[in-house]
């Protein structure tokens, strides 16, 4: 094999691998989506809430809306985490109760579809 063939296989398995990369960069952004926000200094200072607790946190349902489950705490909670995945939104709410407890809600699309508490009373 010549030299400059031995060049141009190198920028040819160089130029597929790049490629490969973009490629897959591409696709992950499409399937994974992204991260729009994070917000762990308000969720870390916020107020506790005599609202917040087991009771309440047990009357929030699958495919209640935000407002729904905000009443039901006495008020709005501290959006967490925002993101969006193929084309849906993502978000995760959280209110903290009395004595440290918290209640965290996540939402697809304004719904929601996940409920996790720790340390409610």
Not at 58 to 85: K, W
């Given at each position: 094999?010549?030299?400059?063939?031995?060049?141009?296989l190198?920028?040819?398995?160089?130029?597929?691998?790049?490629?490969?990369?973009c490629?897959v960069?591409?696709?992950?952004?499409?399937?994974l989506?992204?991260?729009?926000?994070?917000?762990?200094?308000?969720?870390?200072?916020?107020?506790?809430s005599?609202n917040?607790?087991?009771?309440?946190?047990?009357?929030?349902?699958?495919g209640?809306?935000?407002?729904?489950?905000?009443a039901?705490f006495?008020?709005?909670?501290?959006?967490?985490?925002?993101?969006?995945?193929?084309?849906?939104?993502?978000?995760?709410?959280q209110?903290?109760?009395?004595?440290?407890?918290?209640?965290?809600?996540?939402?697809?699309n304004?719904?929601?579809y996940d409920?996790?508490?720790?340390g409610?009373?």
């Amino acid at each position: 094999m010549t030299k400059a063939a031995k060049i141009w296989l190198i920028v040819g398995v160089a130029a597929t691998v790049l490629l490969c990369c973009c490629l897959v960069f591409v696709v992950g952004r499409v399937l994974l989506g992204k991260v729009i926000k994070i917000n762990v200094d308000d969720v870390m200072s916020q107020p506790e809430s005599a609202n917040v607790t087991v009771a309440n946190y047990n009357r929030v349902q699958i495919g209640m809306t935000y407002p729904q489950v905000a009443a039901i705490f006495g008020g709005p909670g501290v959006l967490a985490v925002e993101a969006e995945i193929a084309g849906k939104r993502f978000e995760v709410y959280q209110w903290k109760g009395l004595g440290g407890g918290y209640a965290q809600i996540s939402f697809d699309n304004g719904k929601v579809y996940d409920k996790r508490q720790s340390g409610l009373r």
